[in-house]
């Protein structure tokens, strides 16, 4: 068994293809962000304040996953806290996915921690760990910067109290000049808000857009120059890794990770070379994983109407509604489950529908009204095999499958 493991260690070490692969992973924050001048400029512009002891603005921005926003706004902080160290302020900031901190509690003993306030991770209520934050944030500093990423996650489970209190700060210490940037990928989050939340929160508004294939080639380039070692990839290979994720949305994350994933598969292999192959391959890899990680952790009904739409595109590739709803029910009875209302089976569509599992397209049906025409978009296999691991939907899936 050793000599398996020494062979791999062996392979990897004597592998021709990564200079450094760090250079291609998302957190990485380069030098330089081609291709969002813009919205870096406006970004600095609204916290700039900041560095003459005013408050800076509170921003909101706006744009699907892999469109820049988080490593923007990390790369434009990094400069602000160096710049505020040079001038000798009292700046401090914090970061929070709250993807990852996705309850009030988590959010503000991040924040607390921020701050240099240790809170356990259970046992306090959230108010006595917000106050603990206010106390480590007066005693430590004048201003404040809290940036709050993909916050939609918290706004949409828990409301929007915690935005309130943060928002709030300058009033309760007015020695403090807070700012918030909030991160999100619904554009309409804002509107969700209280007004008094609105309009404090929504100074500044920045959207970023796609991008395109020819700026993803150029983004891949500059990476690849510093990820890969001379004449490890092979001719086409950067192009079509941008091909395919700008038509995915412009999304550059997924264009890094084919091409990560990519020199990995082709390491993997004993290669000398990255090729297109190892491109496609990259990407069933990731389609699949992505896949997984997404079904696997949903709710139980969204799994039942998951399954109800791709049983019943079996045949025709597309399905309705009313059919989807039919099948669902059919699902709930077998399982022994209450079903939820056809509203609820709409709403869960559409959120099948923006996690990229289905596409979903609303059409005139002349004098019968409208309906919902639904496609699935990911291989049958793949989605099934996931659901199957489910030990409540073992059976159904089976059925299905066979």
């Not at 199957?388 to 899936?397: A, F, G, H, T």
Request: net charge positive; proline share 3%; glycine share 6%.
């Amino acid at each position: 068994m050793s000599s398996i493991v020494d062979e791999v260690f062996g392979r990897f070490l004597e592998s021709k293809i990564f200079a450094n692969r760090e250079f291609l992973r998302p957190e990485y924050i380069p030098d330089e962000l081609p291709h969002r001048e813009e919205q870096i400029s406006r970004l600095a512009s609204a916290l700039a304040p900041i560095l003459r002891g005013e408050r800076g603005s509170n921003v909101f921005i706006y744009g699907l996953t892999g469109t820049g926003k988080t490593v923007v706004t990390k790369f434009v902080v990094r400069k602000l806290h160096n710049r505020a160290i040079s001038l000798r302020l009292k700046f401090g900031h914090a970061y929070v996915n709250c993807r990852q901190s996705d309850t009030p509690y988590r959010v503000f003993a991040d924040l607390a921690e921020s701050v240099g306030v240790k809170v356990p991770f259970t046992g306090l209520s959230t108010a006595e760990v917000f106050r603990r934050f206010l106390r480590g944030l007066k005693a430590n500093y004048s201003s404040f910067l809290v940036v709050l990423d993909e916050v939609d996650y918290l706004v949409k489970k828990y409301g929007d109290d915690v935005l309130y209190r943060i928002v709030r700060i300058g009033e309760t210490i007015p020695s403090i000049k807070i700012s918030v940037i909030g991160i999100t990928n619904d554009i309409n989050l804002v509107e969700s808000l209280d007004m008094r939340i609105r309009s404090s929160l929504g100074e500044v508004e920045i959207v970023f857009p796609p991008y395109n294939a020819e700026q993803l080639k150029d983004i891949l380039q500059r990476r690849a120059e510093k990820a890969f070692n001379p004449n490890a990839l092979d001719e086409g290979v950067i192009e079509l890794c941008a091909a395919l994720a700008a038509r995915e949305h412009g999304d550059a994350r997924r264009a890094l990770d084919l091409l990560r994933i990519a020199g990995e598969i082709a390491e993997r292999e004993g290669a000398k070379k990255v090729t297109i192959d190892h491109v496609y391959k990259a990407r069933e890899e990731i389609e699949r994983d992505r896949v997984r990680e997404l079904v696997y952790t949903m709710p139980l009904h969204a799994k039942l109407v998951l399954l109800a739409i791709y049983s019943m595109s079996m045949d025709k590739g597309y399905t309705i509604t009313g059919e989807v709803y039919n099948q669902y029910t059919k699902f709930c009875k077998t399982i022994r489950v209450e079903q939820v209302t056809r509203r609820r089976v709409s709403d869960i569509i559409s959120e099948l529908d923006m996690l990229g599992l289905i596409q979903s397209k609303v059409v005139s049906r002349g004098r019968y009204g409208k309906t919902r025409i639904i496609r699935p978009v990911v291989k049958p296999d793949i989605v099934l095999k996931t659901l199957e691991s489910d030990i409540r939907l073992e059976k159904i899936v089976k059925s299905i499958r066979i």
